[in-house]
């Protein structure tokens, strides 16, 4: 079984939803919950297939995941074009003075936030301003809100704002090319001698 797969139906599982008839055929023997259809004879599926050809402009099609592990590496090259915080991140501080770290992290602030805010554009998840007073409504998005602390009873829950969280409402990242090797997100710099 592909380990994408194995994710993606363990979490179908995990958050209560029912597995697709094909996903039995990677559960062991004698395995196949109640809960599942039997799956289709080999026969039937062979009749279900739909046989296109493919056209001639047709580009094999890059795994989502992938493009998104290209992307996230294309936008790390860009923080360390512009911020160097690959190479800030990278470098032990014990030995530097605080002043020195922070006029490090002043040039790598002000280059990151140039990326930032050319390619990307954000929102507060929840408006309003930290330390507020703010109440988290039945049905709430968990991906969105994470609570802090106990929670007791059922929604909604009242709380205070400790960070409004980030949205990315538009992202303007350059079109990746093909052929161009995302792991090298910054090349190596070789100054050469007169001689």
């Known amino acids: 079984m592909h380990p994408l797969l194995?994710?993606?139906?363990?979490?179908?599982?995990?958050?209560?939803q029912k597995l697709p008839a094909d996903a039995v055929q990677f559960l062991p023997e004698g395995?196949?919950?109640?809960?599942?259809?039997?799956p289709a004879p080999e026969k039937e599926k062979e009749r279900e297939k739909v046989v296109?050809?493919?056209?001639?402009?047709?580009?094999?099609?890059?795994?989502?995941?992938?493009?998104?592990?290209?992307?996230?590496?294309?936008?790390l090259a860009l923080l360390q074009r512009e911020g160097r915080l690959v190479d800030f991140l990278r470098e032990p501080l014990d030995g530097f003075a605080d002043a020195?770290?922070?006029a490090a992290a002043r040039d790598v602030h002000r280059g990151c936030k140039k990326v930032l805010d050319q390619h990307l554009t954000f929102e507060p998840v929840m408006p309003g301003a930290e330390e507020e007073r703010v109440s988290v409504p039945k049905g709430f998005d968990p991906a969105e809100v994470r609570l802090i602390g106990e929670a007791k009873g059922e929604p909604?829950?009242?709380?205070t704002l400790r960070h409004h969280g980030w949205r990315v409402v538009e992202a303007k990242l350059p079109t990746l090319a093909d052929?161009?090797?995302?792991?090298?997100?910054?090349?190596a710099e070789v100054e050469l001698s007169a001689s």
């Open 100 to 102: 020195d770290i922070g």
């Open 6 to 16: 194995a994710f993606i139906y363990f979490f179908r599982m995990l958050f209560g």
């Open 31 to 38: 395995a196949v919950p109640k809960a599942l259809p039997a």
């Open 179 to 187: 052929g161009v090797d995302r792991t090298v997100i910054a090349p």
């Open 52 to 75: 296109e050809r493919p056209k001639a402009d047709d580009k094999p099609r890059v795994a989502t995941a992938q493009h998104h592990k290209d992307g996230a590496l294309a936008l």
């Open 156 to 159: 909604p829950f009242k709380g």
